[in-house]
């Protein structure tokens, strides 16, 4: 387990709060089985964006004791719930084979008979790279494997920064020369402020940079995930942050931009909040505008851009004025965004709401 920074500043009546909501949903946690252990929390394939064509994502979530931060004396991150999915206690390193295993053979046949080339997305809302997770010995198991499938071409694990270290990159590539590598980092905003005091993420930016600095000396690219409007941050200022962050992004030249909008998740701080009605989840509007003010074409030759927002289109996640028509044709013009990479796609709404009248007068109080 390695040591979180100490020079950040935190929000300590907000830190207080956060710790004590990720207490009771600890408290409340069942115990999984045998059973349950020996199989990953999900898995799934659909059509994904890969690097440059339009392919599918084998993604699986491990379930593993959890995220370190989460279960620290700081409560984790504001919006994050994944901890009800986590087995707090340590998970034996045979079952994090078997779960892995058991997503495998259950997809392999799919994936080698299909057309598509695959971004094998293995995830454990946590820390792939964090031993008190996933041990050196499991790490090395699952990378031999995904070694052997030719389908594969291009892998992306998650990671906190602290974890990020030159042997554990070396190793990876060592194992898996031939594909695509990235690791995703959940930076959620370049200001530090926002970060630290509004979603309590224990990051500097400066601990990020050095991150990507350690990835590329190491040839291992980087997706930054970033939090579309945080609490305490109305849509205009989401807008905003957000434009920063991703022109702030492209100058470090990461490689693939993560935008996840921010859903309520069960159990955590910013669910008091929305209960509380002093947070709404963003509107498409302002993630449309949002990436219309941030980004050219030609930007999109050197950065990926993805989204696939949780809940996307109900009261709990990214949403309009939830009109069937008004959330389909939103997501739509998303998902084809994110897979064709063409600006032109976010003006092609095929349902003109009058819900935009609203949420131009909401949009600076809300
Ligand atoms: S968002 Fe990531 S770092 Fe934050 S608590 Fe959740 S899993 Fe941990
Ligand atoms: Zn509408």
């Known amino acids: 387990m390695k040591k979180h920074n100490s020079k950040i500043t935190y929000n300590e009546s907000l830190t207080e709060k956060i710790f004590f909501y990720r207490q009771q949903t600890l408290k409340r946690k069942k115990k999984y089985d045998q059973e349950q252990l020996n199989k990953p929390i999900t898995f799934w394939i659909k059509k994904e964006r890969l690097l440059g064509e339009i392919g599918k994502e084998f993604t699986i979530i491990l379930r593993t004791r959890g995220c370190d931060w989460a279960l620290g004396a700081h409560g984790g991150c504001s919006m994050c719930g994944y901890i009800k999915d986590a087995n707090i206690e340590n998970v034996a390193p045979t079952q994090i084979k078997n779960q892995f295993d058991y997503a495998l053979s259950n997809k392999l046949n799919e994936i080698n008979k299909d057309t598509d080339n695959y971004v094998l997305k293995l995830f454990n809302s946590g820390s792939f790279l964090d031993e008190g997770e996933i041990s050196e010995n499991v790490r090395r198991y699952i990378y031999e494997k995904i070694a052997s499938i030719g389908k594969i071409k291009e892998v ?3 990671s906190r920064v602290e974890y990020i270290t030159p042997d554990k990159l070396i190793e990876i590539k060592r194992y898996l020369k031939n594909k695509y590598l990235e690791i995703g980092i959940g930076l959620e905003a370049i200001d530090d402020y926002i970060r630290n005091n509004y979603i309590n993420k224990g990051l500097l930016f400066s601990d990020f940079k050095n991150a990507i600095q350690i990835c590329k000396e190491h040839n291992i690219g980087v997706k930054a995930y970033l939090l579309f ?3 305490f941050v109305n849509e205009q200022g989401a807008m905003d942050d957000c434009e920063n962050s991703i022109k702030e992004l492209i100058e470090l030249k990461v490689n693939s931009i993560s935008i ?10 910013t669910e008091f909040l929305w209960f509380q009605k002093r947070y709404r989840p963003p509107w498409y509007y302002s993630l449309f505008k949002c990436l219309k003010r941030s980004l050219s074409q030609e930007d999109l ?13 109900t009261k709990r996640g990214i949403h309009n004025c939830l009109k069937r028509e008004c959330e389909s044709s939103a997501k739509e013009v998303l998902r084809k965004f994110v897979l064709t990479q063409d600006l032109r796609e976010l003006d092609k709404e095929t349902f003109d709401c009058n819900c935009k009248k609203k949420y131009k007068m909401q949009k600076s109080y809300y």
């Open 229 to 231: 409007k945080p609490p």
């Open 301 to 313: 030759k050197t950065v990926r851009i993805l989204s696939d927002p949780s809940g996307a289109g």
């Open 156 to 158: 992306v694990l998650e």
């Open 260 to 269: 996840n909008p921010l859903n309520i998740q069960k159990g955590t701080f």
